[in-house]
């Protein structure tokens, strides 16, 4: 069954007709047909073989080229067809201007001979090169470790779902994006937003590799991005007062917990309280400021500092750590691990992780009035719609705003003759 490719293989100037494909008679043992590619060029028609793309060639469209219907099969199937026409007329319009420009040069080009890179994975190797060499100045060692990660789960799906070690640059289409995600959620175990924030990572390898004329098409073209709505956890003033005034014999334990109920009270994330040295305690007016930068986003972040974090770091000024730091920080792993020690023994049946800590400084200040965008100012954020996020409205915020609106409509319970006491 052939295809006329009217709508997909539309001449585009004279001397370039455009891409055809058709569906072939074979039959796989699935009963799907591959599509195979034609590509005209100053009125001459080269094969180029199969698209490795199967179809049901009853519904296959002859006029279009395409498959007819919006299954997911079919928008699948009509994504990659697209994406390797966009990419043959790529290399059409890069090069012609060249009169000697022939089909088999054309060929030569979309199969990766002439081509410094003819599959992803090296484009990634060389994207993940480039983070390597930027660590340090613009780029923070989480990001090399997010995007090395990624290139181990995409080499993963490849085998896991193709039984194949890499992909060819013209094969990466939609429908292999559309695999990967589906991949993640299920095989790699993502939740839901995880999954959703490594698919922008890799499309952002694949902008690199575009950028750099390595990929010619858009392997995310019409990719939509949608992160839910989390639920982030706090603790209330009476959890945090149960964990900070809890006598802990155990050395380790007492330093997390200290560590903890500072960061409760600073909103600093791991990290920053991790690379905080005696030079980040800043007095101005006879106030005490902590004055830092987020290693995450690089974005100067001032803290007043309140009584209780004045206190911890009291508590471990007699003695000097490690590079000049002002606590003796354990990693992280290790910290979480103690926190959740701590939880048991203060009775707190909430996940005890150090970062509920920086959720809970953010609750209690916007559930205490703080305005967001000194909240935003103090986390250290560069768009106030994360700050937003925390913005929940607590029992106590709603019993506290309810007593003050109580105190304004006396007059009404006197009218009626009640009495508010």
Not at 36 to 52: H, I, P, Q
Not at 64 to 78: C, F, I, V, W, Y
Not at 127 to 145: A, C, M, P, Y
Request: proline share 2%; glycine share 6%; net charge positive.
């Amino acid at each position: 069954t052939y295809g006329s490719g009217a709508g997909h293989g539309k001449p585009t100037t004279e001397r370039w007709q455009g891409t055809h494909c058709r569906a072939y008679n074979y039959e796989n043992k699935e009963g799907k047909s591959p599509v195979m590619l034609r590509v005209f060029l100053n009125g001459e028609m080269a094969n180029f073989g199969s698209t490795k793309i199967f179809v049901d060639k009853t519904v296959w469209n002859n006029a279009t080229s395409r498959l007819k219907g919006r299954t997911a099969e079919a928008l699948s199937a009509n994504a990659a067809l697209d994406s390797i026409s966009a990419t043959l007329n790529n290399i059409y319009h890069k090069f012609e201007d060249d009169s000697s420009l022939s089909l088999e040069k054309i060929r030569s080009y979309f199969v990766g001979k002439d081509r410094e890179y003819t599959t992803f994975l090296p484009v990634f190797d060389r994207f993940n090169e480039d983070i390597r060499q930027r660590v340090g100045h613009t780029i923070s060692k989480d990001s090399l470790q997010k995007y090395s990660v990624l290139r181990r789960h995409f080499a993963e799906f490849l085998i896991h779902k193709y039984g194949r070690k890499d992909v060819g640059l013209t094969e990466f289409t939609p429908s292999v994006v559309q695999d990967f995600e589906l991949y993640l959620s299920t095989v790699a175990g993502c939740a839901y937003n995880t999954s959703v924030k490594k698919m922008k990572a890799l499309k952002t390898v694949t902008i690199y590799a575009q950028k750099r004329g390595y990929l010619l098409h858009d392997p995310f073209l019409n990719h939509r991005f949608h992160l839910e709505p989390v639920n982030r956890g706090f603790l209330t003033d009476e959890e945090i007062m149960k964990i900070a005034n809890k006598e802990i014999a155990i050395q380790r334990l007492e330093l997390v917990r200290d560590v903890f109920i500072f960061s409760c009270f600073t909103g600093l994330a791991y990290i920053d309280v991790s690379n905080l040295t005696p030079d980040n305690i800043v007095t101005l007016d006879d106030k005490q400021w902590i004055m830092t930068k987020r290693q995450k986003t690089n974005v100067e972040t001032n803290v007043l500092l309140l009584d209780i974090p004045k206190s911890i770091i009291a508590k471990y000024s007699h003695k000097t750590y490690r590079d000049g730091k002002l606590f003796p920080i354990l990693t992280n792993q290790k910290t979480n691990a103690y926190l959740k020690e701590i939880a048991d023994i203060c009775g707190i049946k909430k996940n005890l992780t150090f970062h509920l800590a920086r959720h809970t400084f953010a609750t209690m200040s916007l559930s205490k009035g703080v305005p967001m965008e000194s909240v935003s100012k103090m986390l250290g954020h560069t768009n106030i719609k994360t700050t937003q996020i925390y913005a929940r409205i607590t029992n106590k915020k709603i019993e506290h705003d309810m007593e003050q609106l109580a105190g304004k409509l006396d007059k009404f319970n006197v009218a009626m003759g009640i009495n508010s006491k």
